[in-house]
């Protein structure tokens, strides 16, 4: 518990860019556990909503950036279809749901998506903030009401492996960020096949 605000903003980032996750849904958990012990729930809530925006738009920009690539590289064939198909026909849901709802819906696809097919920059944020602030103002409530029970839980059964999980939880993520980081300079070197699913005239934003 000693990563204080500024490691949940870094997680919240992380947590809704395209780097990989150890643990799904880590900006609710620690939010949570923050919560729980007794911390402020406006500052962490803000917190972690502020890293969300952060994380979300870069992913958002990177699409916008990359288009029909960036979906190529980071998306794989099995969901890019239905997400591109998705995001054409219902372009706030497909921002909206996988940003308020929890795991295992997945986020970053679809944010990259937005971008990649020209979901406007003003209409991404809105409802993308809009979204992070329910999700995250629902748990930091969670935590209020029931953050006895969550500092009971945590005490009794988690509290002398918080140490070693919180190493294994930093060592995979910043493995995680450097095989994100070794994407983004080595591009796949194969010809990428056309997609028709994804219309590479991408709307001008508004």
Do not use: C
């Given at each position: 518990?000693?990563?204080?605000?500024?490691?949940?903003?870094?997680?919240?980032?992380?947590?809704?860019?395209?780097?990989?996750?150890?643990?799904?849904?880590?900006?609710?958990?620690?939010?949570?556990?923050?919560?729980?012990?007794?911390?402020?729930?406006?500052?962490?809530?803000?917190?972690?909503?502020?890293?969300?925006?952060?994380?979300?738009?870069t992913t958002?920009?990177?699409?916008?950036?990359?288009?029909?690539?960036?979906?190529?590289?980071?998306?794989?064939?099995?969901?890019?279809?239905?997400?591109?198909?998705?995001?054409?026909?219902?372009?706030?849901?497909?921002?909206?749901?996988?940003?308020?709802?929890?795991?295992?819906?997945?986020?970053?696809?679809?944010?990259?998506?937005?971008?990649?097919?020209?979901?406007?920059?003003?209409r991404f944020?809105?409802?993308?903030?809009?979204?992070?602030?329910?999700?995250?103002?629902?748990?930091?409530?969670?935590?209020?009401?029931?953050?006895?029970?969550?500092?009971?839980?945590?005490?009794?059964?988690?509290?002398?492996?918080?140490?070693?999980?919180?190493?294994?939880?930093?060592?995979?993520?910043?493995?995680?960020?450097?095989?994100?980081?070794?994407?983004?300079?080595?591009?796949?070197?194969?010809?990428?096949?056309?997609?028709?699913?994804?219309?590479?005239?991408?709307?001008?934003?508004?």
């Amino acid at each position: 518990m000693k990563l204080g605000p500024v490691g949940l903003f870094l997680v919240a980032v992380v947590d809704s860019s395209i780097v990989p996750m150890p643990i799904p849904g880590s900006t609710d958990l620690l939010l949570l556990l923050f919560v729980s012990h007794q911390g402020n729930p406006w500052l962490f809530a803000l917190t972690a909503i502020a890293g969300s925006i952060v994380g979300g738009y870069t992913t958002w920009h990177l699409g916008r950036r990359g288009g029909e690539a960036a979906l190529n590289r980071w998306v794989s064939a099995r969901l890019r279809a239905r997400i591109v198909s998705w995001v054409r026909l219902h372009p706030v849901l497909a921002v909206f749901l996988p940003a308020v709802l929890p795991p295992p819906i997945p986020l970053s696809p679809f944010i990259l998506a937005s971008g990649a097919l020209g979901v406007s920059r003003r209409r991404f944020l809105i409802v993308f903030t809009t979204a992070r602030s329910l999700r995250y103002g629902l748990v930091a409530w969670l935590a209020v009401v029931y953050g006895r029970h969550v500092v009971r839980l945590w005490n009794t059964l988690l509290q002398k492996w918080s140490t070693p999980l919180l190493w294994v939880f930093s060592v995979v993520l910043v493995a995680a960020f450097a095989y994100a980081v070794w994407k983004l300079r080595h591009p796949a070197k194969s010809k990428i096949a056309e997609d028709p699913a994804v219309d590479t005239s991408r709307a001008q934003a508004s």
